[in-house]
């Protein structure tokens, strides 16, 4: 059974500070994404990661992804207030049009 | 615009009630999907189509049913028969098995 977890759960950090967040998965998948959600919102996609190695950047965020490992980090360089949010990532079962997605890092970034 | 649209945005019913959640896009894409997302939650995969006139059942696949008479279109029926309905669904679409875009979601709650 394929299975995401992301850890940590949940992020308490101050403005300016740098952090990763990890995403593990359990079985074979070339493909990761990674999604932001705001409260009471839907998900809007933030990184496609397609190979082993891929690193994808957008502002304060770059996201890695180790097909080997089965690992994708997703970093967060000198957060701002404005980067609080739940971040998933995704990992689609090999062969399928499936997503299974991480329990969610709920991420808060005080002022 | 292309996009994901689902309606209505809050749905409010009594039990024993089936009720339908409406999603259309315009994006051109074949494959569609429900997802249930409870409190706190992870999204869980309900019911997923790859191409008009064929659907699969996702991992809580019980209690609802779908159709796909149209490209653009993927309802949502929640039936009596599902024991915890209350939850913010989500319907997103993509093509092949890339990326997935979301619409806004519908807040259900049941009384």
């Known amino acids: 059974e394929l299975k995401v977890e992301q850890n940590p759960l949940f992020l308490s950090m101050q403005e300016g500070k740098n952090y990763t967040i990890y995403c593990n998965y359990s079985?074979?998948?070339?493909?990761l994404y990674w999604y932001r959600q705001d409260p009471g919102k839907s998900l809007e996609s933030l990184f496609v990661?397609?190979?082993?190695?891929a690193v994808k950047q957008e502002g304060r965020l770059m996201a890695s992804l180790d097909t080997k490992a089965r690992l994708s980090t997703l970093h967060i360089t000198a957060a701002v207030h404005d980067l609080s949010a739940t971040y998933f990532c995704?990992?689609?079962?090999?062969?399928?049009?499936?997503?299974?997605f991480g329990t969610g890092t709920r991420l808060k970034v005080l002022a | 615009d292309g996009g994901i649209t689902q309606s209505p945005k809050y749905l409010f019913r009594k039990e024993g009630q089936n009720v339908t959640l409406s999603c259309e896009q315009n994006?051109?894409?074949?494959?569609m999907y429900w997802y249930r997302q409870d409190p706190g939650q992870g999204l869980r995969l309900i019911y997923y189509?790859?191409?008009?006139?064929?659907?699969q059942k996702g991992d809580i696949a019980e209690g609802y049913s779908v159709s796909r008479e149209k490209k653009e279109s993927f309802p949502l029926t929640v039936t009596s028969a599902q024991k915890n309905p209350t939850a913010f669904y989500l319907c997103?679409?993509?093509?092949?098995?890339?990326?997935?875009?979301f619409g806004p979601g519908t807040r259900l709650t049941v009384t």
């Open positions: 990661l397609l190979s082993n190695g």
């Open positions: 995704a990992v689609d079962r090999a062969g399928t049009y499936k997503y299974i």
């Open positions: 994006l051109n894409h074949d494959a």
């Open positions: 997103a679409s993509g093509q092949s098995s890339y990326e997935q875009y």
């Open positions: 079985t074979t998948s070339d493909r």
């Open positions: 189509s790859q191409i008009v006139n064929d659907f």
